[in-house]
């Protein structure tokens, strides 16, 4: 079991940066997580933003956001975070950290594939 809290989200203006921060609290090592950051618009489905393997040596982004997005963890710290730049009105959502168990980075960007969740933190952009 692990429990995740989202924070660092709120209104900004496109082209504006925000940074996401997601603390975990865990009986195993954090390190035993692969992370994901996922994010829903009113309306819409849950969409995948990114990933990061157990150690933060691999990374993974949706298209939509590569290059704008960067993703990483401190695994002693137990966070893992993610930086926004050059946000856009399209990036508002409600932003998810979610953790995975195991030693498979296939399906990184599925969400079913993610035991547990955060309550999620809101991100506004204002064109």
């Known amino acids: 079991q692990v429990q995740l809290v989202e924070s660092g989200g709120g209104l900004v203006q496109a082209g504006d940066s925000l940074r996401l921060s997601c603390a975990a609290s865990?009986?195993?090592?954090?390190?035993?997580?692969?992370m994901g950051w996922f994010r829903q618009a009113p309306g819409k489905e849950r969409e995948f933003v990114s990933a990061i393997d157990w150690i933060g040596r691999t990374t993974a982004y949706a298209d939509s956001v590569k290059g704008r997005f960067t993703t990483s963890r401190d695994n002693a710290g137990n966070t893992v975070d993610l930086q926004m730049n050059s946000l856009k009105p399209e990036d508002t959502a409600l932003y998810y950290c979610a953790a995975r168990r195991g030693g498979s980075w296939a399906g990184f960007e599925q969400g079913l594939m993610y035991e547990f969740w955060g309550q999620g933190t809101q991100v506004t952009v204002s064109s």
């Open positions: 865990s009986g195993r090592p954090f390190s035993s997580y692969v």
